[in-house]
């Protein structure tokens, strides 16, 4: 993996820029019952599909706003466990924080190692005021977690079309 598509680094993980060579990760993560049940199905069935979704959303994010969601791969064997980073949604005011894991890299600290990093760029790097995240109300492991990261329950929302309520968690930056 080339250097250049490294974002961030940890003491156990390097966050990197997904690409289009990274389709079948994308599929099997994004074809998760978990993440189908916490996160939501984004409708990619097929490596044709992972790799239109990796170009239409991820890469296009990197594209639009300098920052997106990013492959999280264990130093140790460069194998990818999961994602980690920013999205920019165009009904929410505040960036929001993501992350995703295959489910046999969870419950490691993976998570929480990787989203702490993310949520240190987002003030640091690239000097955000406040920081949001959204997730169902059953998902009590990334509501554990994003409480353990600092964010705190501010309200009830609706995104788009759907008609889930998500839990909208933010914290602001540190002073």
């Given at each position: 993996m080339g250097a250049h598509l490294i974002v961030l680094e940890?003491?156990?993980t390097r966050l990197r820029l997904l690409t289009v060579e990274d389709a079948q990760f994308i599929l099997e993560i994004l074809s998760d019952p978990s993440f189908i049940r916490n996160i939501g199905d984004r409708g990619v069935r097929t490596l044709q599909q992972a790799g239109d979704y990796i170009r239409t959303r991820i890469v296009?994010?990197?594209e639009r706003h300098g920052f997106g969601i990013w492959g999280v791969e264990r130093k140790a064997d460069c194998v990818l466990m999961g994602m980690s980073g920013l999205v920019k949604r165009d009904e929410l005011e505040?960036?929001?924080l993501g992350f995703a894991f295959l489910p046999e890299y969870c419950r490691c600290g993976y998570a929480e190692e990787s989203a702490l990093a993310?949520?240190?760029y987002s003030f640091d790097v690239l000097g955000l005021r406040r920081l949001v995240a959204i997730t169902v109300p059953g998902n009590a492991r990334s509501i554990a977690l994003l409480e353990k990261l600092g964010l705190r329950f501010e309200r009830t929302i609706k995104l788009g079309e759907e008609d889930t309520s998500l839990r909208l968690y933010a914290t602001e930056r540190p002073v």
């Open positions: 940890t003491a156990r296009d994010s990197y505040d960036v929001d993310v949520c240190r």
